[in-house]
Structures are given as C-alpha cells and as structure tokens.
C-alpha cells in the first residue's frame, strides 16, 4: 500500500477508513464494503489516527478553522 497505514489482515488503509467516515459512511457500511475488515479494524485506525494528532507538528487543513 505504497508505506501507507493499514489495518493488520485487511490491507485497508487508515486513509481511506477516514476519508469514508467523514463522508458519511457507517462503521457497518465499511465493514460490508470491505468484508476482511472488522469493526474492531475500523476502531484501531481511528485510534492510530487519534494518536497521531497528538503529534505535536503544525499542519494547515485546507477548510479548517483553528
């Protein structure tokens, strides 16, 4: 996955777990869109990318006011 973060088993990436999170898509639509995925899966990449944001590291958003 090109040095990505993946979910162990289910080569899904951390990446694209987000971006259809904050597009609306359920836990249980992911899950079922991608069936080597868990729901625990799912839970590890937003905590891997909730750990990450305590980076401390200044990187503008683009559409983020702060």
């Known amino acids: ?3 990505k973060p993946v979910v162990a088993r289910a080569r899904i990436t951390v990446e694209l777990i ?3 999170l904050a597009t609306g898509e359920t836990v249980e ?15 590890a990449a937003t905590g891997y990318a909730a750990r990450l944001s305590l980076i ?3 990187c503008p958003v683009a559409g983020v006011a702060g």
């Open 1 to 3: 996955m090109m040095g």
């Open 56 to 58: 401390d590291a200044v």
């Open 18 to 20: 987000l971006e259809k």
């Open 29 to 43: 639509q992911i899950v079922a869109a991608h069936p080597s995925l868990t729901e625990d899966g799912v839970r």
